[in-house]
């Protein structure tokens, strides 16, 4: 960098060049005109200290205040000791370069933040419109069920139950969604601490496998355990998230998965610190399309299927939320006509932790 370079020149080095500048030329003269050898050296001693000195005060002055202003605009607090400290000593050693350096890097950040923020107001005006058409699809079935019972169909023995029936089921959705959404946000607020403690995994996989065997029988379907990887496994994490987990996804293999099929949940030993479970069915399978959003709150891969079998589509998202909530990861690996397998990786229990809340 040259000494010139007037990119990077601070008030002092600008204020002492333009003192050189003068004070070489006004010696000149004065060398011109009085040809004694110290009358020029006094007139550019003189010369340079004074011009030095106006030059770095009004620098200073008129546009160090203006840029002290900005810094103070893009800190955007009162300025605080070390503030000061920085606007009085700091800052006008900066060179013209360096403040414009400062200012690019702030408009940079807000211009990021502002990119959030449009992302957020994007996330947030899908969420709800989304929303406004799971609300739609059960209420409107509610009020035309009421309707037509008001409207007579109350004193028709042939229809009465049954509309009230199809409208309960109705309610039943909504109570579901009302549920998720209470649940999914509570996990997205943080306001649900991570409570671990050790147990073996198999046996929760069990207790939800037969909260579920009403369901299985009705649908035909087995509920396995991988063979070979029977082996209990202890893991530290909070039970009744996991066991949330477990039914979310046991139980969108049974709405989704064939009949007369099976469902395997598979618990591998990873590393000595992680084990891996994998719940795999037989069902119909997720296209490759659909699987990088599946787990989106109310994303789904087979739209009318997924409303006939009466999802809420937030369980994948409850899930996702329950196992990066224990720092773990979720992952799905599925083939249309083939099945689909969901898998999340749990701590493994290492003795020395007890019960912990996170
Ligand atoms: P939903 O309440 O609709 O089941 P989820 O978040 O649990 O919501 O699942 C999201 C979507 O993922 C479902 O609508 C369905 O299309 C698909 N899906 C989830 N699990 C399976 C599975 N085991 N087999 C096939 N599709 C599945």
Same mark, same amino acid.
């Given at each position: 960098?040259s ?10 080095l ?12 006004n ?5 011109f ?14 010369t ?17 205040r ?9 800190y ?17 050693q ?15 950040q ?16 899908e969420?709800?419109?989304?929303l ?10 509610i009020?035309?069920?009421v ?27 909504? $109570?579901?969604?009302?549920d ?25 996989v069990?207790?939800v496998?037969?909260?579920f065997?009403?369901m ?6 087995q509920?396995l355990?991988?063979k ?22 046991i139980?969108n293999?049974?709405k ?11 618990c591998y ?29 109310f994303?789904r ?5 997924s ?7 937030l369980?994948l ?5 329950? $196992? ?6 979720v ?6 006509g083939v ?5 999340f ?9 007890g019960?912990?809340?996170?």
């Amino acid at each position: 960098m040259s000494v010139l370079d007037t990119k990077n020149l601070s008030p002092r080095l600008l204020s002492f060049i333009t003192a050189l500048l003068v004070a070489t030329a006004n010696a000149l003269i004065t060398l011109f005109f009085h040809p004694v050898w110290y009358m020029p050296l006094i007139v550019a001693a003189f010369t340079f200290i004074t011009t030095y000195w106006i030059y770095y005060y009004t620098l200073q002055r008129f546009i160090y205040r203006k840029i002290k202003l900005i810094y103070k605009f893009i800190y955007q607090t009162k300025a605080t000791r070390k503030e000061e400290f920085f606007y009085n000593n700091i800052l006008p050693q900066k060179s013209i370069q360096e403040v414009s350096e400062d200012v690019e890097k702030w408009a940079l950040q807000r211009k990021n933040e502002i990119d959030i923020l449009r992302d957020n107001e994007q996330f947030r005006k899908e969420f709800l419109m989304n929303l406004a058409h799971e609300l739609r699809t059960p209420i409107f079935s509610i009020q035309g069920y009421v309707d037509t019972l008001l409207g007579g169909a109350l004193d028709d023995p042939a229809v009465n139950s049954k509309f009230l029936s199809n409208a309960s089921k109705s309610i039943d959705r909504l $109570v579901r969604l009302v549920d998720d959404l209470g649940q999914i946000s509570k996990l997205e607020s943080g306001k649900i601490p991570i409570i671990q403690e050790s147990f073996i995994i198999q046996e929760l996989v069990k207790d939800v496998y037969e909260e579920f065997l009403l369901m299985a029988r009705e649908r035909n379907i087995q509920l396995l355990f991988k063979k070979g990887t029977e082996r209990p496994l202890q893991v530290y994490a909070d039970k009744q998230k996991i066991k949330q987990v477990l039914v979310n996804l046991i139980e969108n293999a049974l709405k989704y998965g064939n009949e007369g099929g099976s469902i395997t949940t598979g618990c591998y030993e990873m590393d000595d610190r992680h084990i891996y479970l994998e719940i795999s069915d037989d069902g119909p399978g997720i296209g490759e399309e659909h699987l990088a959003r599946i787990f989106e709150r109310f994303y789904r891969a087979d739209r009318s299927r997924s409303r006939t079998i009466g999802g809420t589509g937030l369980g994948l998202a409850i899930v996702k939320h329950i $196992v990066e909530a224990h720092n773990q990861t979720v992952n799905v690996r599925s083939k249309p006509g083939v099945g689909s397998s969901f898998g999340f990786t749990l701590e493994l229990w290492s003795g020395d932790k007890g019960t912990k809340e996170s």
